[in-house]
């Protein structure tokens, strides 16, 4: 059983574009949602986490959308860049409970001029 | 301050050859883990552990040992290699607690690209 699903598989957006990836989870004691973003022949480095207390969670271009109620969440990009081509992977985690993270399939995203 | 170093960077073995992945860190984390990546499949936890000495089993523990001697160290062994170990293995390493999560989450390393054939 999967415990995140991460939708797309990958994603196309133009320069200055919005890129959205979403991502639910079934178990709710999850508490700590991060993202990761990964480069080719790099291991994956943490974009941005959020709290299930929180509904949005901002830095810089990338926000975290937060619905406890549906167990979703989903990262946005605004002003989407050729640097932000990366394979992006959403995560959940029982920290409380000392549960390692646990990935989703990922999304490649592209971003092109 | 060098991170998560793993070691080897590539390896080729032969089915039924074994062989250890290093990992090592030296942020005084006391969470490790080692996940493999496959295509398609993101990245899926093999084994864990919260402290030295005290390791636990992911989600594909199947042929893969590890053990925990040091805060520092958590090696990978592969008992005895097949093919479908044929994959890129991740560590990483994390403070413990919600809040260090939160800013500083896992440091990965850069991977070891192992193939099996």
């Known amino acids: 059983q999967q415990q995140v699903k991460q939708s797309p598989q990958s994603l196309i957006v133009q320069k200055g574009g919005i890129s959205i990836i979403n991502c639910a989870y079934e178990n709710t004691a999850f508490d700590y949602f991060p993202w990761y973003q990964q480069f080719p022949g790099k291991g994956p480095a943490l974009l941005i986490a959020?709290?299930?207390?929180?509904s949005e969670k901002k830095e810089g271009r990338f926000t975290i959308s937060f619905n406890k109620s549906a167990k979703q969440f989903s990262l946005h990009i605004m002003d989407s860049q050729p640097g932000d081509s990366a394979t992006y992977f959403c995560a959940a985690s029982m920290v409380t409970g000392n549960t390692p993270l646990v990935f989703g399939k990922g999304t490649r995203l592209s971003v092109i001029a | 301050n060098a991170g998560v170093t793993q070691t080897p960077k590539f390896q080729v073995l032969k089915t039924g050859q074994s062989m250890t992945l290093q990992c090592a860190q030296d942020m005084n984390h006391e969470y490790m883990s080692w996940y493999r990546q496959d295509p398609g499949m993101g990245l899926r936890l093999i084994h864990y552990s919260v402290g030295a000495g005290i390791t636990d089993q992911g989600e594909v523990p199947n042929g893969y040992n590890v053990s925990r001697s040091t805060t520092e160290d958590f090696p990978l062994r592969l008992l005895s290699a097949a093919p479908s170990q044929t994959s890129v293995y991740f560590c990483?390493?994390?403070?413990?607690?919600?809040?260090?999560?939160?800013?500083?989450?896992?440091?990965f390393g850069s991977g070891t690209r192992l193939t099996v054939v």
């Open positions: 959020i709290r299930p207390d929180v």
């Open positions: 990483a390493s994390s403070y413990s607690g919600l809040r260090s999560l939160e800013y500083y989450g896992y440091t």
